[in-house]
């Protein structure tokens, strides 16, 4: 079956524009979370949707915001893009929470560039 | 702070050598997942551990929940190992913590 499907691959933004990023999970997941990815800070846990709720929320600012859909497609968004932005953003699906039990499965990412 | 540390950071191996890679974490978790990054950033879930050990192929890992870690054992390293390995803890549902990943190249 197919896996975690991730668009835009690449994007480059200017400063102060803002993003959205795709993800549509494996079929007959309903967890998707994102993560932000940087050579400085590493892989970050930015929020977790389950069934169109947020579950779950990292430390970003409020600029950083998501959405899950009814057949659990998600996007993020992120306004008013500031350098600091450009990362690899990641998507993964889970039939629930892994923590009970269920392997995690991740995009190949949305690597986004701020100029 | 880091919830989660990893060692070593960079680790080169001769083909064939026996590799070890350790995690330890300073908070409760329901599960510990070792994940594989090939460059291009494509992240591959290798384990996912509540206690004991888990063996596929020549990966082992294993995690003891009373000392807080984690080991992730590559038998008979190949050139195709050669990734970025990083551990990550889930506390509650899917809001990881991860280490900083410890870059392992293997040299035929």
């Known amino acids: 079956k197919a896996g975690v499907t991730q668009t835009p691959r690449y994007l480059i933004k200017t400063r102060g524009q803002q993003v959205t990023l795709s993800c549509s999970p494996i079929?007959?997941?309903?967890?998707v979370s994102w993560y932000q990815q940087t050579p400085g800070q590493g892989l970050q846990f930015l929020f977790e949707y389950f069934s169109e709720t947020q579950r779950n929320k990292g430390n970003f600012p409020g600029r950083f915001s998501g959405r899950q859909f009814s057949n659990s497609r998600s996007e993020m968004n992120v306004s008013t893009l500031e350098l600091g932005d450009s990362a690899l953003y990641l998507c993964?699906?889970?039939?629930?929470?892994?923590?009970?039990?269920?392997?995690?499965?991740f995009g190949e990412g949305s690597w986004l560039t701020v100029v | 702070k880091n919830e989660v540390e990893q060692s070593p950071q960079n680790l080169t191996a001769q083909e064939g050598e026996f590799i070890t890679i350790n995690c330890s974490y300073s908070v409760g978790i329901s599960a510990l997942h070792w994940l594989q990054q090939h460059p291009g950033g494509g992240i591959v879930s290798l384990f996912m551990l509540s206690s004991g050990k888990k063996k596929h192929g020549r990966l082992i890992a294993t995690i003891n929940i009373q000392e807080k870690h984690s080991s992730l054992h590559i038998t008979a390293s190949h050139p195709r190992d050669s990734a970025v390995y990083i551990c990550a803890v889930s506390p509650l549902g899917n809001q990881f913590y991860f280490g900083t990943g410890t870059s392992l190249t293997v040299i035929p």
């Open positions: 079929s007959g997941h309903r967890s």
């Open positions: 993964a699906s889970s039939l629930n929470v892994p923590g009970a039990g269920n392997t995690i499965y």
